[in-house]
């Protein structure tokens, strides 16, 4: 029934996940024809500021939240304290950061579009996913973030018709959000019953939370940090939207694995609790099998496509988001084993100390590095910085995950997925040179590399489970 239950949790985090790549790829042409780059430079660039206010406001609280009603889910007394304690103290730090954000803006007197986009900080006070993710209930939260991601998009492509519309896109992109969590919430309350909390359990929670926040905050410096400091070093805000969509395809592989493993994280933590090592051992092989196989396929299959594809689906203006794309999409596949190393084995376990040093270690270089860099190759140091920083945290963090599983054993099962991607790359790269430039080329291209790569990894998978029967 369990692994039923993990099965479908899987489906539907994998089908919101789908639905949030599909709703972004279809309004991204539209968009970028619609409101022009430098329009959506400037949302990006203001988004970006919004992003430290709500990572205030949430602190550590999706992990902290996930991982602490995962635990005492099984007692509804101590799920009704968990919750409580966790929601009022979250609560707390969403407002003190909504009071900051307005008292920021007023300060250096931020445009109109700066307080719509802030609306997000206001759904941080209702946003309560990590209940959802930890009693391992991913069908009504993925049913309910679906439906808000489509409603989204259906209103973007009705209500926005030019560049002057860029207040309404802000602010359909704030409401739907806020909305969703406010749904969420009401969902919420029907299965959690409030607890008296004392202000010394807050103290406590906020301790807890702060020592996660440092991990999560310094993944946002090399994740958000480097759009903010490409926009002040450069001044270039078609180049901040180039390089902001490019990030976003390549995030399509790191974000279909993340949907993965945080279905896995709260069953890994209960199994954590009642030290059943054998199970742990058995799902994370699977996982981390499925999660090296489709990371490789997209991320090398965005780099083969990328320049037959960005010039059609993007436009003119995007055309050097081609470049930055087959560069990124390095980072791709490095965040996401790294996304596997946290859920699967490192934050289930408690091991947090090792995460937030990774992280904290891999953002100072990322700071440093761009210092340096983004002055000097502008966007292209800001790629080699992120791809520096990615390439530190996951060594670290595989390092650390290895005193837990047979880490060799996961390193082996993993590299031919990134040989077969690459012959997958060379292939289409050697056929698209003769191609011209249109969309049936560019389909053409798509079922060329999709049949080399599933022949090769079904092929792959066929030895490996031979030869996993016959050391049985």
């Not at 307080?115 to 209930?137: A, T």
């Not at 010394?200 to 301790?207: A, N």
């Not at 090592?277 to 965005?302: D, P, Q, R």
């Amino acid at each position: 029934m369990k692994k039923n239950k993990l099965v479908s949790n899987f489906g539907f985090n994998i089908i919101y996940e789908l639905t949030t790549i599909l709703s972004s790829l279809l309004m991204a042409p539209f968009l970028t024809r619609t409101l022009t780059a430098e329009k959506l430079g400037e949302y990006t660039y203001i988004n970006s500021i919004i992003s430290y206010f709500v990572l205030f406001a949430m602190l550590g609280f999706s992990i902290l939240g996930n991982r602490a009603i995962a635990y005492t889910r099984d007692d509804r007394l101590k799920l009704n304290i968990t919750f409580s304690r966790v929601y009022i103290t979250q609560m707390i730090t969403s407002i003190t950061s909504l009071v900051c954000f307005i008292i920021f803006g007023e300060i250096l007197q931020m445009g109109t579009i700066y307080y719509i986009i802030g609306l997000l900080i206001v759904s941080c006070i209702f946003d309560v996913s990590w209940f959802f993710k930890g009693m391992e209930n991913f069908k009504l939260f993925s049913i309910l973030n679906t439906s808000t991601k489509i409603i989204g998009m259906l209103l973007t492509f009705i209500l926005i018709n030019d560049k002057n519309d860029l207040l309404t896109y802000a602010l359909i992109m704030s409401l739907v959000t806020l909305i969703g969590n406010l749904c969420g919430f009401c969902i919420a309350l029907r299965e959690i019953h409030f607890t008296r909390i004392s202000a010394k359990s807050v103290l406590f929670t906020i301790k807890e939370a702060l020592i996660l926040f440092v991990p999560v905050i310094s993944v946002s410096v090399y994740k958000m940090m480097d759009k903010l400091m490409i926009g002040a070093m450069t001044h270039n805000l078609i180049g901040v939207s180039n390089y902001s969509y490019a990030e976003q395809m390549v995030n399509i592989p790191a974000g279909i694995i993340t949907a993965l493993s945080s279905v896995a994280l709260p069953r890994m933590a209960n199994l954590s609790i009642h030290s059943r090592t054998e199970n742990k051992n058995i799902i994370a092989n699977k996982i981390l099998i499925a999660s090296c196989c489709i990371s490789c396929a997209i991320s090398f299959g965005l780099a083969s496509i990328s320049k037959n594809f960005v010039p059609l689906y993007l436009g003119d203006e995007y055309y050097d988001s081609a470049n930055y794309l087959v560069l990124l999409s390095i980072t791709s596949i490095l965040s996401s084993w790294t996304a596997m190393m946290r859920n699967l084995f490192l934050l289930p376990a408690k091991k947090d100390r090792v995460y937030i040093t990774s992280v904290v270690m891999g953002a100072c270089l990322n700071f440093i590095l761009n210092i340096l860099l983004i002055k000097k190759y502008a966007i292209y140091g800001a790629i080699i910085a992120t791809i520096a920083s990615e390439l530190l945290v996951t060594i670290i963090q595989t390092i650390a995950a290895a005193q837990q599983t047979n880490m060799k054993k996961h390193i082996l099962n993993a590299i031919p997925f990134f040989f077969i991607g690459i012959i997958m790359l060379v292939v289409c790269k050697t056929i698209s040179s003769n191609l011209p430039l249109n969309w049936s080329s560019f389909f053409v291209l798509i079922g060329i590399g999709a049949i080399v790569y599933l022949a090769l990894s079904i092929g792959y998978l066929l030895t490996l489970k031979k030869y996993s029967e016959r050391r049985c």
